[in-house]
């Protein structure tokens, strides 16, 4: 039974497209996360959401929006899918905000042709 | 600007040797600090942490040092085993938020 589950696990889309990436956590955490983990393999926050609301924007551009419709899930939706949004996404839950385990998902392979 | 550094892309130790992995960070407002492995395709998996309000963090095999006044921080991992071959990332817990390196790949030579 997975603890943070992302779908889907490969996305393949051309220029322009908007696409979604469903998380969601089944352990009764608060916090959950987007992370992009880009060519150069450096893990980057993009956005942290505690109990459904936003605390924290890594100036993402806006063509990025995350929705929590409850705290046990965080989606991403990006609009006009551009060549350098290809990467890695991972979300992440925790208990709480900051210092306390995080729990990765297996990753969501998004490649823009 | 990164925070958090790994400055060794790569590392490959003997099986039954002990390895070294380091860390160091620039903002010393961080308070809590973790490391995590990453087999390919996979999701980052959480593997030891260590307060700022300690030095080290031992579990089995693996052990976390931790070097206020340095800004750093060390994995040892003893004895090396050839499952361990994987990439090591180190992470800095800020405010509400957890800064990464950029990894160490360890390769176990069996």
């Known amino acids: 039974d997975t603890a943070v589950s992302q779908t889907p696990k490969y996305l393949v889309t051309q220029m322009g497209n908007d ?95 | 600007d990164q925070q958090v550094k790994q400055n060794s892309p790569s590392l490959s130790v003997q099986e039954g040797r002990i390895s070294i992995l380091n860390c160091d960070y620039t903002n010393s407002m961080f308070d809590y600090f973790l490391w995590y492995k990453k087999y390919p395709a996979e999701g980052p998996t959480f593997l030891i942490s260590i307060s700022s309000i300690k030095d080290k963090n031992e579990d089995g095999r693996f052990t976390v040092f931790l070097n206020k006044s340095a800004k750093h921080l060390s994995l040892h991992i003893v004895p090396s085993q050839p499952g361990d071959s994987a990439v090591y990332f180190c992470a800095a817990s800020g405010t509400y938020k957890y800064i990464f390196g950029t990894g160490t790949r360890l390769k176990v030579l069996a």
């Open chain 1, 19 to 113: 696409k979604s990436i469903k998380c969601e956590q089944n352990l009764g955490h608060d916090t959950m996360y987007w992370y992009k983990q880009d060519s150069k393999k450096f893990l980057k926050i993009m956005f942290s959401y505690n109990n459904k609301e936003l605390i924290i924007n890594e100036t993402v551009p806006n063509r990025f929006s995350p929705k929590s419709p409850d705290k046990a899930h965080l989606n991403l939706h990006i609009n006009s899918l551009e060549l350098g949004d290809s990467a890695v996404y991972f979300c992440a839950s925790s208990p709480s905000p900051g210092n306390e385990k995080l729990f990765f998902g297996s990753g969501t392979q998004l490649s823009v042709l």
